[in-house]
Every structure is written in structure tokens, then in C-alpha cells.
Nanobody, 124 residues
């Protein structure tokens, strides 16, 4: 049973930084897709960054390129989202998500079967 728990959200000033963490448990597959998606009030949930180990590919949404980066600590089963140069439009609920063992790219919310409860990020 895959479980994901996010942390690290909060408030930041425009231009500032935050780092989100997602602790994953309950899986042993070497092939998986993990990503960060966000949903602002009244908007569709969108993928921000995603990594698929099966093809060693990383997706980064145009809106966050050059500002956000995904990384993993495999020893601790933790996925990170480093967010720099934050903008008010980055304000959203951020979700960690996973799919295994196969993934169609991780760019859409329907690519994922497992979700964390989310963590709020507010930029002002």
C-alpha cells in the first residue's frame, strides 16, 4: 500500500523560496513515476514537475522552468520540490503523486494512482 505524505508548505514572499518534501512508503519497484502537481482555487490540477525512472525522463512545466526543480533521496524515499523565485501565481495546493511500475509520462493527473493529502503554498 503506497503512502505519500507532503510537508514544507507555507507562506513566502514573492521572489522567495520554499522546499517541499514527500515521504513515500509501501513500494519496492525500481520503476515508478513521481511528481508534484498543484491546484489553485477554480483551476484544474496541473503537473508541475515529474520524473519517470523507467525512461529516466523529467518533465517540467513551462510556467516553472528555471525556478522549480525535483530531486530524490532514494535512501530515505523522499521526493523534494525546490521552488525558487516564487510568484503569487504559484499559490496553490501542492500534491505529491506516484504511479508504478509504468507511467505514461506524469504530465496529467490521471497518470497517477497514489496521492498525498497536499500541502498549501501561498505566495504574496
Amino acid at each position: 500500500h503506497v503512502q505519500l505524505v507532503e510537508s514544507g508548505g507555507g507562506s513566502a514572499l514573492a521572489g522567495g523560496s520554499l522546499r517541499l518534501s514527500c515521504v513515500a512508503s509501501g513500494y519496492t519497484s525500481d520503476s515508478y513515476c513521481m511528481g508534484w502537481l498543484r491546484q489553485a482555487p477554480g483551476k484544474e490540477r496541473e503537473a508541475v514537475v515529474a520524473h519517470y525512472t523507467g525512461t529516466a525522463t523529467t518533465y517540467v512545466a513551462d510556467s516553472v522552468k528555471g525556478r522549480f526543480a525535483i530531486s530524490e533521496d532514494n535512501a530515505k524515499n523522499v521526493l523534494y520540490l525546490q521552488m525558487n523565485s516564487l510568484k503569487p501565481e504559484d499559490t496553490a495546493m501542492y500534491y505529491c503523486a506516484a504511479q508504478l511500475p509504468y507511467c505514461s509520462g506524469g504530465r496529467e493527473q490521471h497518470d497517477y494512482a497514489y496521492w498525498g493529502p497536499g500541502t498549501q503554498v501561498t505566495v504574496s
